[in-house]
């Protein structure tokens, strides 16, 4: 096999996060999304995707929360034969909530006759579907403008847009950034506003860093790719950059999210250790 060859297969497996499992590759990739199955090692990957049997684990829209997914027992593919099987055919896969039979998750898959390409092409229901109800925890935390561009970037990404998906999570993401910079300038009285203007947005995220989740602190070099221009990304990296950039902003507020509870708890207990407390004194006086 020639040397390019060789390259073109490692690439093409390495980069594909949707090849990653069968979760990303039946629920998580967006339809149209095409596999030469002439590339050995590609084919092999699809085909023991195709043919899996176990489960998976993913958000329910219909439970409201995670579930386990069966695989439905009428896969047709057969070993050996298998692209014969597929070609000119359409392949429905099909996915069960252990909670509830009723719950069924599809996926659609085509080869024309004569074809070495595989190619996804529907799902019900849609990635947007059930990402967009994961979402709607934000929602307050968010305020509306910022879960409306939130949710719109999954929206888009769902349908295999890179780049406008991209934006839409990136300004998301800058804006929870900046949040947290308005409190270390404001509260640090040497904080270097200057450096930190210039630094690239994994060294930004350093120099906030008590201000963030520890995973976004560990895991900056990821976040990098922000500092480049919009320009020089391609709608694969920016696809591929995409859940990166969502589980940031996910950690961000998922903490957020705890303090608010904390502070409120805190409040309520304060309110009523002084009612107590006003209860004692009252029944003291009336002594
Ligand atoms: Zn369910």
């Known amino acids: 096999m020639a040397m390019a060859e060789l390259n073109r297969q490692k690439i093409s497996t390495s980069v594909d996060s949707y090849l990653e499992s069968p979760k990303t590759f039946h629920l998580e990739m967006p339809p149209y999304r095409s596999y030469d199955l002439l590339i050995g090692s590609v084919k092999e990957k699809i085909y023991e995707l195709m043919t899996f049997s176990g489960t998976i684990d ?13 695989s439905s027992p009428t896969n047709r593919w057969v070993l050996g034969q298998w ?13 069960y909530c252990a909670h509830n039979n009723d719950h069924h998750y599809r996926s659609y898959y085509f080869t024309a006759k004569d074809s070495n390409i595989l190619e996804k092409v ?3 229901p849609s990635v947007a579907d059930f990402q967009i109800p994961q ?14 561009e939130f949710t719109r970037g999954i929206g888009i990404a769902a349908h295999g847009v ?11 993401f800058e804006n929870l950034i900046e949040e947290v910079h308005g409190k270390a300038s404001a509260e640090n009285a040497g904080f270097q506003n200057e450096k930190y203007l210039n630094s690239k947005t994994d060294e930004k995220i350093k120099m906030v ?5 520890e995973f976004l602190v560990e895991n900056r070099s990821l976040y990098a790719i922000l500092s480049k221009g919009i320009h020089d990304l391609s709608e694969e ?13 996910e950690q961000i507020l998922d903490e957020k999210i705890i303090k608010k509870e904390k502070a409120e708890k805190a409040a309520k207990a304060r309110e009523a250790i002084q ?6 004194a009252n029944t003291q006086n009336e002594n």
């Open 122 to 124: 529907g799902q019900f």
């Open 162 to 172: 890179g780049i406008g998906s991209f934006v839409y999570l990136r300004r998301v």
């Open 58 to 70: 993913a958000y329910c829209i219909w439970c409201k929360k995670e579930s386990v997914f069966k």
């Open 83 to 95: 692209l014969r099987q597929i070609e000119n055919d359409l392949q429905e896969l099909g996915w």
């Open 135 to 148: 979402a709607e925890k934000y929602r307050k935390i968010l305020g509306e403008e910022q879960y409306k």
């Open 237 to 249: 990296e920016c696809l591929q950059y995409f859940e990166t950039v969502k589980i940031g902003i």
């Open 209 to 213: 860093k008590d201000y963030l989740p």
């Open 275 to 280: 009612k107590a407390h006003g209860n004692i």
